[in-house]
């Protein structure tokens, strides 16, 4: 009996004593294995933070990127304008934003709505712009957008036709280009790019030229445009500031708050953005 019992304590205990050292070895071991684990884990980590940390975007420049729309990449070269001045028209809302020989832009490309036969603006002011056209038709009026978004592409076309013509008259290319820009939008710079304006003219008379300003339309469009949005972009006497002549048929978009105020102070899109940057 004893030594059965005996011989039957002996391995209890030695099994007793090994399971313990192998339960502390297994934890030793355990231990160790986390803390190489919780190693290599802050070695993964670190890198991945500091590759974060120094991917974080810049939005200083950016111009519209809470816009849904395509983010304008505008190109702008020009160094005569103040830095300051050109973040700061590049930073405005949608409906401010600004094309014009200082600012240049070239790949853009807005989502469009046909507006008339072959007349294509932004989607964002199509119905500001039918409302304009039927408060017009109401008043007796026919208003008749004859062009709308053009593309980069096509200004290039309108440019170099326009260079190529006043070449054949004997002008240099310099010559010829410098005259052309005063009546066609250097490439980048018309602000047809945007799809926010649209050449307005009346049925009856579709010359985009001075005497369009005597016209009826014409006169109800200054009159009236403001109430829907819209800006006589390049009135007479802005010339220095706008650096296009005065375009009666010219129509853009810039938001009935904008509109109301460049209306009836008789500034330029220019001189409002001016005025309310920050
Ligand atoms: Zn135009």
Redesign the pocket.
């Known amino acids: 009996m004893t030594k059965k019992s005996g011989s039957f304590k002996k391995p209890v205990v030695r099994k007793k004593r090994k399971t313990a050292k192998s339960v502390f070895r297994i934890r030793k071991r355990t231990q160790r294995h986390i803390q190489i684990i919780g190693i290599l884990i802050l070695l993964l980590l670190v890198p991945i933070i500091w590759i974060n940390m120094n991917s974080q975007p810049s939005y200083e420049s950016s111009s519209v990127s809470e816009s849904p729309v395509p983010v304008v990449t505008s190109s702008v070269t020009s160094s005569t304008v103040s830095s300051k001045s050109s973040e700061s028209a590049q930073n405005q809302s949608w409906e401010l934003m600004l094309v014009n020989y200082q600012y240049p832009l070239k790949d853009y490309e807005p989502e469009l709505r046909l507006v008339s036969n072959n007349s294509e603006v932004d989607v964002r002011i199509y119905d500001d712009l039918v409302k304009l056209l039927e408060a017009g038709r109401a008043d007796g009026i026919t208003l008749f957008p004859c062009?709308g978004y053009r593309s980069y592409e096509l200004q290039v076309k309108l440019f170099t036709s326009k260079v190529d013509k006043l070449k054949q008259k004997g002008l240099s290319q310099e010559e010829a280009e410098t005259t052309a820009a005063t009546e066609v939008a250097r490439p980048g710079t018309s602000e047809?790019i945007t799809g926010l304006?649209a050449?307005i003219v009346s049925i009856d008379y579709q010359r985009l030229d001075s005497g369009f300003a005597d016209t009826e339309t014409a006169q109800w469009l200054a009159d009236n445009a403001w109430k829907y949005g819209f800006i006589l972009r390049f009135p007479k006497g802005k010339e220095h500031i706008t650096g296009v002549i005065y375009?009666p048929w010219?129509y853009r978009f810039v938001g009935k708050e904008a509109a109301r105020e460049i209306h009836e102070k008789g500034i330029t899109l220019e001189e409002y953005l001016e005025m309310n940057v920050s």
């Open positions: 062009s047809h304006c050449d375009e010219h």
